[in-house]
């Protein structure tokens, strides 16, 4: 275990949004049916707006807050999941729906842990925060999943394996 502080660690969760983004991006061209490729795009439109969340999210915490080491080093905290997953060419749109839950609720495990390693409270609240927000954004995917259509609905319910 490692200590940071947590403003490294907020910059750290912003750099995955970032590579979600991009990596949302890239699989764009690689689908022909345009409401797989609209479903990519608003993800890592989406994946860009939250990294901006956070951006904007540290201007409004305490120094006193980033300033905080907390202990970062967990298999949840390296999101080696998130690392190991490959991308394969047969992945079809429920394939990349069910990553993108899947990432969620790795970034919402990264939260709680974090927030459990805290030994400050204020420091503790600001991930707890971060954990419902990103339940909230779990959601409104979840949503977007559903006003796509009966042909990626049940994507929410398959299993990534890395």
Known sequence: MSFN????????ARTF???LSAFYEGLKESFGRERTRALLGYMSRHEQY????????????????????VQFGSEATRFSEIAEFRIRPDMDVEDVV???????????????EMAGYSTSRKVREVFENL???????????SKTIIDLGPDIRHARCLKITG
Do not use: G, W
């Open 5 to 12: 502080q947590t403003r490294e660690v907020l910059n750290h």
């Open 17 to 19: 949004h970032r590579k």
């Open 50 to 69: 939250l990294d901006e969340c956070l951006a904007e999210f540290q201007q409004e915490v305490s120094r006193n807050v980033l300033d905080t080491y």
């Open 98 to 112: 069910a990553a993108a839950m899947h990432f969620d609720a790795c970034l919402i495990r990264f939260y709680r």
């Open 131 to 141: 954990m419902v927000m990103e339940e909230r954004e779990q959601l409104e995917l």
